[in-house]
C-alpha cells in the first residue's frame, strides 16, 4: 500500500515521523536524520534539512523516492571576444591589400624623387649640356612606369597619377628653358603653326 506524506510546514513534523521508518517496516536508527537506501540507483538517501520548505515522499513497498521539484538547469555562454570568421578574412583581405599598395605608392614616390633631385642637380650645374637630359628622361619614364601601375591596381587616384606625372613633366621643362634647351612658342607663333 502506497502511504503519501507531505509536509508542508517544515520539515522537522515529517523527520520525525520518518524515525519509524525504515524498508522493512521496522524501526530505524534514532538518528536526527533518517536515511534510507534506495533500489536500483533512484536515490541513494532520503535527507531532510530544516530550510527546505516542502518535501513530498512516498513509498511504494520496499522502495522509498523523494520527489523533489525539478529544476530547469540554463547555461548561458558569454559572447566570444573573437572576431567572426568573415570578419577575420575581411581584416586578413584588407591588410594583405594595404601591404601591397603602400608597396606601390612608395616605388612610385622613389622614382619621382629620384627624378627631382636628377633635374634640381641639372638646373644648378652651369655647364650642363643638352645630352645630359637623356638621362633625366630615363628616370621620367620609369617614373612615369610606376605611377601608372599604381593607378592599375588603385593604389593611387587616376587623378592623382596624372598630377603627378604632370609635375614631372613641368619641372623638366623648367629645367630645359633655364638652360636654354627649350623656347617656348609665343602666342602669335604658336597661331601660326596651327594654321
Known sequence: MATIVQCLSSCATLNSKFKSLSLNGASSSSSPTSSFSIRRGVCSSL??????????????????????????????????????????????????????????????????????????????????????????????????????????????????GARRKSRLARRKKAVEIHHGWYVPATAPEAATMAA
Open 47 to 160: 535527507s531532510f534539512a530544516q530550510s527546505v520548505s516542502q518535501c513530498v515522499a512516498f513509498s511504494s513497498g520496499n522502495t522509498w523516492v523523494q520527489k523533489k521539484p525539478v529544476r530547469q538547469l540554463t547555461v548561458c555562454e558569454a559572447a566570444p571576444t573573437k572576431k567572426a570568421d568573415s570578419a577575420a578574412k575581411r581584416a586578413r583581405q584588407a591588410e594583405k591589400r594595404r601591404v601591397y599598395n603602400k608597396s606601390k605608392k612608395s616605388e612610385a614616390r622613389t622614382r619621382m624623387k629620384k627624378v627631382l633631385e636628377a633635374l634640381d642637380g641639372l638646373k644648378k650645374k652651369a655647364d650642363a649640356v643638352p645630352d645630359e637630359i637623356v638621362t633625366v628622361e630615363k628616370l621620367i619614364g620609369e617614373a612615369y612606369s610606376a605611377i601608372d601601375k599604381a593607378v592599375k591596381v588603385r593604389a593611387l587616384h587616376k587623378n592623382t
